[in-house]
Structures are given as structure tokens and as C-alpha cells.
């Protein structure tokens, strides 16, 4: 009779163990991450080898010494990912400069393809990572100053993605420079923009470009007015927030398809037409956020407003109401409105000179939020409430500051408003 041992779940099953052993190199270096293959050479003759041919290096808060040791032994002549995320000690890389350039100079000469380095320094970073050819995919955070490259000196023919967190810079034109030696990037994001003063992002691939401003003041980066200027013909997907530009400017976006944008002016009217050109620019976006909370000052130039969104369907404002009677007479497709107001003193509701059209037509959706019960919140709710002919779902939230009694009037009064669609349900939120 034959008797077969089961395994307990402590227990290894010696068959599974010679299953990872049977499989051929060039599989095990590829699902062996850094560590472990390290460790597996301390098994055999063959594991002592192994491991300096995975083409995935991935070091998180290691020590210098141990990064040095792997990379001067690793023997693979292309590497497919070089993560390096050493944020542990500061001081190290700061007193031997040479460091980090050593790091990116293996990974280069080894025709790396994606590089994600996060390295708190403030060196250069070397001319050489600006040159690899065989780089797809580039993220820089905390990692050093990005050098102003003139003349054609970037050469990156195959990076599609760029990401820049933290990152400083050698001068205004680094940006620039370094993107027009991109020829086929799709993606680019900055994140929290330090030492520009004029940031220009031209190029005629970019398909998304994320753009996260900050700054140590109101009015730009320690008080000193700074410029946005975009010039991205493919653009699909833009977005830009803590925006304390004083001046933004932008080519034609005849592609774009979703925009999030947030603006940071207060009272600033100098530049308030600007911004107005710079929303002009959005107008074909299938799917708008624009938060205007802390733009007062555009306000004055809505006589000016002559700006026709024919494709858009989506639109989350965050606004004063007037915005929303241009935004419902401009955006005639319109099915989904999330409106938030933001006001100081607003005493009516200025209804549009006539209905719109995606009021007659296309609204099926609308949300209102932060309501306090004020005169002027119940003239545009009863507006949209009594035009809207299609509308399917209208849903309200009111503001914390109100009691539950004040709360419990508003869904009263509001329950009570003539509905244009007899379809349409209300819902309040009085839980906030």
C-alpha cells in the first residue's frame, strides 16, 4: 500500500521548492526582485551568478555601500528599471556630489528604460542622463537641480513619461530645453515648481500635462510675479492647481478633451482678462473642474465673457452664481452641472436673458453644494428646478454652518418649487 504524506501549512513542499529551481534563468531574473536575488546567491553556484543579471534593480532606503557593492558586480548588459529611493540619510549624498551621479551614470550605461530616482540633493544632475536614448520613462523627486541644457544638448528620442516632483532648476529656459529634446513625450507632471519664474511647456506630443504650483506667498513664489506659458497642440488631459501665476498663456488646444483647474488671485484685477483668454482656451473640454474660489477678481471682466463651450457635457464650478449663468447660456451639450459657491456679498440671482439651451434639452444632472438658505440660492435653485426639462436627479447638500431647524425649512420651501421635468427627484443631504 502506498502512503502519501500530507503537507500542513507550515510545512514546504520539497516539489514546490524544485519548481522555482527548474525554471530557466532568464524567467527567474526577471521575477526575482533585488533583495531576494541577492539572497539566493548564498544557495549555490548557480544563485551566486544569478543575481547579477536581473534587469530590475530596485533599492528603497538602503546604504550607500550596499547600492555600490550591486551595481559594481551587476553584470547584465541592459537594465529594464533602476529604482533608487534613498531619503534616509541626507548628508551622505550632499557631502560626496558624486554619489548620485555615479548611480545614474550606471543605470544610463546600461540602456535603462525606466528611472525612478528619489534622492534628497541639490547637486546638478549629470548632462549624461539628459542624452539616453533608450530611456521611456523618467521620474526625478527631491532629486537635484535640472541643468539649463542649450544648443540641442537633450537627446531623449524614446521618453514618453516625465514626472518632476520637488525638483529645482538651473534657470527659466530648463524646462524648455529639456522639452524640446522629448520628440515623442506623451506625459509630463511638475510638482511644486521651485526657482521659475517664467515656466514655458512647449511641445507639439504632450498628450497629458499636470502642472502642481506652490509657493512660500500669495503672488508667486516669495512674492516675485511668475508667468505660465503652455503650448501643447495635442493636449488631452490638462491640469493645473495652487496656480499663483500672474499671467498664464496658451496656444491652441483644439484636442482637449478634461481639464482641472484652479486658480489662486485674490483681488487681483490687473490680470483678470488674461485669465478670461486663458478659460477661452478650455472651450473645447468635453469634461470641465474649475475652481474660481480664490480668483475674485475675474469677476469684472464677465461683461467681456463671449466664450462658447459646445462639447462640454461635465462641468464641476467652483464659483460666485454669476459664473453659472454664463457657464449654463455658453455650454449648450451641458448633462452633468456640481456647482459650489463661493460668495461674499451676493444679494440676487441674475437669471440668464433667456433659457439655455441645455436646459431645454440636455441637463439630467445636477448637484448643489455648501447651500446656506440664502435669498439668492433659492432664485437659482427654483430657476433650474422650473427650466430644467429634461433634468432626471437634482441633489443638495447644505453648509455646516446652518442648524438642523434651518435645514429642515430649506427642504420644505425648496420641496415646494414648480419642477419643469416630472421626472426629476430631489434629494437633500442634512446630515453635514
Not at 134 to 144: A, E, I, K, Q, W
Not at 344 to 366: A, D, G, N, T, Y
Not at 367 to 387: A, C, F, M, P, T
Amino acid at each position: 500500500m502506498t502512503t502519501r504524506r500530507k503537507f500542513s501549512s507550515g510545512d514546504h513542499n520539497p516539489a514546490t521548492i524544485d519548481g522555482i529551481s527548474l525554471l530557466p534563468d532568464t524567467i527567474l531574473c526577471h521575477i526575482l526582485p533585488t533583495k531576494s536575488s541577492v539572497r539566493t546567491s548564498a544557495l549555490s553556484k548557480r544563485w551566486l551568478s544569478l543575481w547579477s543579471y536581473v534587469p530590475n534593480l530596485d533599492f528603497e532606503l538602503e546604504h550607500q555601500d550596499i547600492i555600490n557593492r550591486v551595481t559594481l558586480l551587476h553584470k547584465a548588459l541592459t537594465i529594464n528599471t533602476f529604482s533608487l529611493i534613498q531619503k534616509n540619510d541626507i548628508s551622505l549624498i550632499n557631502e560626496n556630489e558624486y554619489q548620485l551621479e555615479t548611480w545614474i551614470i550606471f543605470a544610463v550605461a546600461r540602456n535603462v528604460k525606466n528611472l525612478h530616482l528619489s534622492v534628497v540633493s541639490n547637486v546638478f544632475l549629470p548632462r549624461r542622463l539628459f542624452t539616453c536614448e533608450t530611456l521611456v520613462n523618467l521620474r526625478l523627486d527631491d532629486c537635484g537641480v535640472v541643468p539649463n541644457i542649450r544648443g540641442g544638448g537633450v537627446r531623449l528620442p524614446r521618453l514618453k513619461k516625465l514626472h518632476l516632483t520637488y525638483v529645482l532648476y538651473g534657470g527659466d529656459e530648463s524646462i524648455s530645453n529639456l522639452l524640446s529634446g522629448c520628440p515623442v513625450l506623451e506625459e509630463l507632471v511638475m510638482e511644486l515648481i521651485w526657482g521659475l519664474v517664467r515656466c514655458n511647456v512647449t511641445s507639439p506630443s504632450i498628450e497629458r500635462l499636470t502642472l502642481d504650483f506652490q509657493s512660500s506667498g500669495e503672488g508667486g513664489i516669495d512674492n516675485r510675479e511668475y508667468w505660465v506659458e503652455i503650448n501643447a497642440p495635442a493636449l488631452r488631459y490638462l491640469k493645473m492647481t495652487n496656480c499663483y501665476a500672474q499671467g498664464i498663456k496658451c496656444g491652441t488646444m483644439n484636442s482637449l478633451v478634461e481639464a482641472d483647474i484652479d486658480i489662486y488671485k485674490y483681488n487681483d484685477f490687473r490680470y483678470s482678462r488674461c485669465d478670461l483668454e486663458f478659460i477661452d482656451r478650455l472651450r473645447n473640454a468635453e469634461c470641465l473642474y474649475l475652481d474660481l474660489a480664490h480668483c475674485t477678481g475675474i469677476i469684472d471682466s464677465l461683461s467681456a465673457w463671449a466664450i462658447s463651450f459646445h462639447n462640454l457635457t461635465k462641468l464641476e464650478l467652483t464659483a460666485d452664481c454669476p459664473f453659472l449663468s454664463k457657464f449654463l447660456e455658453s455650454a449648450d451639450n451641458l448633462q452633468i452641472l456640481i456647482f459650489s459657491e463661493f460668495y461674499e456679498e451676493i444679494e440676487s440671482w441674475m437669471e440668464p436673458q433667456q433659457v439655455p439651451k441645455c436646459l431645454s434639452s440636455h441637463l439630467r444632472f445636477v448637484r448643489l453644494s455648501d447651500v446656506g438658505g440664502k435669498q439668492h440660492e433659492y432664485e437659482y435653485i427654483q430657476y433650474l428646478l422650473r427650466n430644467a426639462k429634461v433634468l432626471e436627479r437634482m441633489e443638495i447638500s447644505s453648509c455646516k454652518s446652518i442648524g438642523f431647524g434651518d435645514k429642515f425649512y430649506m427642504l420644505q420651501k425648496i420641496s415646494m418649487f414648480r419642477r419643469g421635468s416630472d421626472a426629476c427627484e430631489v434629494a437633500f443631504d442634512l446630515v453635514q
